[in-house]
C-alpha cells in the first residue's frame, strides 16, 4: 500500500540553464515516512517533488519505487496523489463531485458514494459536500483537494506547500489536521515548504536543499542541533541563529580565546573535545553561530559553570508578549549566509511572490544565486573586510577560564558603528533601554563554531576527517 521511494544521485537540468536546478540528489524515504523538503525559493524542491510524480523527467540518475526502476513509469501509473497551494478544484463541480472525480478513473463503474462519505468524514467536511468551490472558504477548499488526493487510498501523497494560501492560524489548524491524517493512514508523505516552523513540526524527517543540492537530511531536533553546515544553522529556527566572524587564539603557552575583534571569549579550561579541535583553526577566520537562548542578560555573578561573559550595548528591544528580543551591538562582525539575507518568505501567497523576486530579480537574482552555488564561499562578511583579528592579538593577562569572567573587555578604538549583531531571547519584563551596556553570559554548551566554507567544527562532526 504505502511505498519506498529512493533517489540516487537524481539531476534534473532545465533547457537553457546553465546550472542543474537539482544536483545530485541521494534520499532514502521508508514506506510510511513523513519526508519535508525544506529550503528557500528556487532551491528545486518543486522540482524533487515533480520528479517523484513523474511530472518531469530525470535528466541524470535513478528513481525506485519499492526498489524498482521507476523512472519512466507514467505518472498515472504510479499511485501518488499530489496536493497543491493552489487548491485545483474544478468549479463547477460540487465538493462531493470534486472529491469522487479521480475516482471515476480509479474505480470505474463503482458506487463512489461510500469512498466519498467515508473521506468527508476523515476530513470533518460533510456538511459542505453540496456546496460549489465558490461557496467555501480557502481553508475548506484546501480540506476538499486533500479529499480528492485521499479518497484514491494512494501509496504516496505528494504536498506541494498545499497551505501556503491560508491565514497563520488555519495553517496551523491544518498543518496538525495533515499530520494526524497521513500517520494515521500511515502513507508516504512527500511535502515541500519554504517555511522552517511548518517542517520542523511536520516532519519525521527535513530534507534540507540549498541550491539544488541536498544539505542535510535528519530529524527536526538534529537539523536544530546539529547542523551540518552554517546554511542549515540560518535555515533552521527563529529568531536565526546569531552569525559572527570570529578567529581562534590558541597560544602555544596553553589557554584558547575566540576573537570577535573587540571582545574575545575565553575557553573553559581543561578544555573539552570538541574545544581542543578548534586549535587547528589557529589564526584562520572561523564563524561562531550563538543561538538566542544560547545567550542571557544577566550579571557576571549569576553565572553558572560553563558560561562566560562579554558585553553588548542595546539597540533595540523586540517586544513579543510572551517574550522579547533583545537587539545588542557587541562590535562584532555579522557573517552573511548569501540566499537568506531577503527576508525569509512568509504568510500568505509568499512563496508564489518569492518564486517571481527570485525569477524577476534579473541580473541581481542570478549572480546571487550564482554566489550561492560557490560552496567555497558559502559565507561571506557584511563589510567585505578580511577576518577579524587576522594578526595575532596581545596575549591576555590571565588564562581563560580560570573564572566565570573570562572575556576581556578590549576598550573599542573606535566608536562602535555596527548595528546590532546579537539576538538575545529574554522574559518580556526585561528592563533595559536603548544605549544601555549589559553583561551577556553565554553557555558554552551551546556554541556552534563553522570553518571558512561553512562546515561546522564544533560541535565536532560525528565522522571526523583522517589526518593524512
Ligand atoms: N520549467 C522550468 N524551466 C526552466 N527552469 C525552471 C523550470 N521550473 C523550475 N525552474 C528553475 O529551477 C529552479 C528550481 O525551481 P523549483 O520550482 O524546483 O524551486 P522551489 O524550491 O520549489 O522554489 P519555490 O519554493 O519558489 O517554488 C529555479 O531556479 C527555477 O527557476
Redesign the pocket.
Known amino acids: 500500500m504505502t511505498r519506498a521511494i529512493t533517489l540516487h544521485e537524481v539531476s534534473k537540468y ?4 546553465p546550472s542543474p ?2 544536483d545530485r540528489f541521494s534520499l532514502d524515504i521508508t514506506p510510511g515516512e513523513f519526508l519535508v523538503l525544506l ?10 517533488l ?1 520528479m517523484i510524480a513523474g511530472l518531469e523527467d530525470i535528466t541524470t540518475g535513478e528513481l525506485l519505487l519499492d526498489g524498482e526502476y521507476s523512472n519512466d513509469l507514467a505518472p498515472g501509473d504510479r499511485r501518488m496523489a499530489m496536493v497543491f497551494q493552489n487548491f485545483a478544484l474544478y468549479p463547477s463541480m460540487t465538493s462531493r463531485e470534486n472529491i469522487g472525480f479521480p475516482l471515476r478513473f480509479e474505480m470505474p463503474g463503482e458506487e463512489h458514494g461510500p469512498r466519498v462519505d467515508e473521506t468527508a468524514r476523515i476530513l470533518g467536511i460533510e456538511e459542505i459536500l453540496d456546496r460549489y468551490p465558490g461557496q467555501l472558504s480557502g481553508g475548506e477548499r484546501q480540506r476538499v483537494a486533500m479529499g480528492r488526493a485521499i479518497s484514491r487510498h494512494p501509496s504516496v501523497f505528494l504536498m ?2 498545499p497551505l501556503s494560501n491560508l491565514d497563520a492560524k488555519l495553517r496551523a489548524h491544518l498543518r496538525a489536521e495533515i499530520a494526524r491524517l497521513t500517520h494515521g493512514m500511515g502513507v508516504t508523505t512527500v511535502y ?1 515548504t ?1 517555511d522552517q516552523a511548518e517542517a520542523m513540526s511536520l516532519g519525521d524527517r527535513v530534507a534540507i ?1 540549498r541550491s ?1 543540492v541536498l544539505q542535510q537530511v535528519s530529524p527536526p531536533r538534529d537539523a536544530y542541533h546539529l547542523p551540518e553546515n552554517v546554511f542549515v544553522a540560518a535555515f533552521v529556527g527563529t529568531p536565526r541563529i546569531n552569525l559572527l566572524q570570529a578567529t581562534v587564539i590558541a597560544p602555544l603557552s596553553g589557554g584558547m580565546w575566540i576573537d570577535f575583534g573587540r571582545q574575545r571569549l575565553g575557553l573553559p579550561e581543561p578544555l573539552n573535545f570538541d574545544h581542543q579541535m578548534l586549535r587547528i583553526q589557529q589564526g584562520r577566520p572561523i564563524i561562531v553561530g550563538l543561538r538566542s537562548e544560547a545567550v542571557r542578560i544577566a550579571q557576571p555573578s549569576q553565572a553558572h559553570s560553563g558560561e562566560v561573559v562579554i558585553s553588548g550595548i542595546v539597540e533595540h528591544v523586540e517586544y513579543q508578549g510572551h517574550e522579547s528580543l533583545v537587539h545588542l551591538n557587541t562590535g562584532s562582525r555579522p557573517a552573511v549566509v548569501p540566499e537568506l539575507e531577503a527576508p525569509r518568505p512568509s504568510g500568505p501567497g509568499a ?1 508564489g511572490g ?2 517571481r523576486a ?2 524577476g530579480a534579473g541580473g541581481l537574482g542570478k549572480l546571487a ?1 550564482k554566489a550561492a552555488r560557490r560552496i567555497q564561499a558559502s559565507v561571506l562578511e557584511r563589510d567585505g573586510s578580511g577576518p577579524s583579528g587576522s594578526g595575532l592579538p596581545p596575549k591576555p593577562s590571565h588564562a581563560p577560564g580560570s573564572s566565570p569572567v573570562s572575556v576581556i573587555d578590549r576598550p573599542a578604538a573606535a566608536p562602535e558603528t555596527q548595528t546590532g549583531d546579537l539576538v538575545v531571547r529574554t522574559g518580556p519584563d526585561i528592563r533595559v533601554r536603548r544605549g544601555d551596556r549589559v553583561p551577556l553570559l553565554v553557555d558554552l554548551a551551546h556554541l556552534y563554531v563553522f570553518d571558512r566554507d561553512g562546515n561546522r567544527i564544533c560541535p565536532a562532526p560525528a565522522q571526523q576527517p583522517r589526518l593524512e
Request: with cysteine; proline share 7%.
Open positions: 532545465y533547457p537553457k540553464q536546478a537539482v529550503g528557500p525559493s528556487g532551491c528545486g524542491k518543486s522540482t524533487v515533480r506541494d506547500e515541500v519554504h536543499m539544488g512563496r518569492s518564486r527570485a525569477s544565486q
